[in-house]
C-alpha cells in the first residue's frame, strides 16, 4: 500500500501522519490491505468529495481530499448527515465564514473517520458485491461504511 500527500504550502497541515497510517494497517486484514493499491490524501479546495474510492483492476485506490488551513477546513455542505458528523468530531461550524474550526486531535480522528469509511467501501466490496464497485453507493451501503468506519476508530485509538 503506498502513501502519498499532495505538497502544501506551509500554511495547510494533514491530520494524519503515516505513522497513524500504519496503525490501520496494522488493524487491517492482509487480504484487504493488500487490495489497497494506494492511499492519496489532498486539500478540499477544489471538491466536495472529501473522500473516494475506485477499482483499478485487482485493486483499489483511495482519495482523501482533506487537510487543515490554519487549523480550519472549509464548509462542503449543509446537508445534515455532512453536519452531524462535523459535530460529532468537535468541528465548530461558522457558516458566516464558510471555515469549519477544529482542534488537531479532533480533525485527526475526523480524517481517521474519512480514511476508515473509505477503506469501508473496499471491505464491502470485496464481502458483499463479489469485487465489482458500484458509480454511486447505496444508503445502505453509506451506512455500513459509517459502521464499519466508527467501530475501527474505537479499536485503533484505544491501542
Known amino acids: 500500500m503506498k502513501i502519498l500527500y499532495d505538497n502544501v504550502s506551509s500554511d495547510y497541515l494533514y ?7 500504519s496503525k ?7 487480504e ?4 489497497i493499491r494506494m492511499i492519496r490524501f489532498g486539500c478540499n479546495t477544489k ?5 473516494r474510492t475506485v477499482r483499478r483492476g ?19 455542505s449543509e446537508n445534515n448527515k455532512y453536519i452531524g458528523e462535523i459535530g460529532r468530531f468537535g468541528g ?3 457558516f458566516e465564514t464558510g471555515f469549519v474550526r477544529w482542534n488537531l486531535p479532533d480533525a485527526k480522528r475526523y480524517m481517521l473517520y474519512i480514511l476508515l469509511h473509505e477503506i469501508g467501501h473496499v471491505v464491502f466490496c470485496e464481502k458483499y458485491s463479489h469485487g465489482r ?7 445502505a451501503e453509506e451506512l455500513w ?10 479499536k485503533i485509538l484505544k491501542k
Open 47 to 51: 471538491t466536495t468529495q472529501e473522500g
Open 92 to 94: 465548530k461550524i461558522d
Open 133 to 139: 464497485l458500484q458509480g454511486r453507493s447505496s444508503v
Open 15 to 21: 491530520p494524519l501522519s503515516k505513522k497513524d497510517i
Open 24 to 30: 490501520i494497517k496494522d488493524n487491517l486484514p492482509s
Open 58 to 76: 485487482r485493486f483499489y485506490d483511495i482519495r482523501i481530499n482533506f487537510c487543515l488551513n490554519n487549523l480550519r477546513s472549509l464548509i462542503l
Open 32 to 35: 484487504i490491505a493488500d487490495k
Open 145 to 154: 461504511c459509517d459502521n464499519y468506519s466508527l467501530q475501527l476508530i474505537e
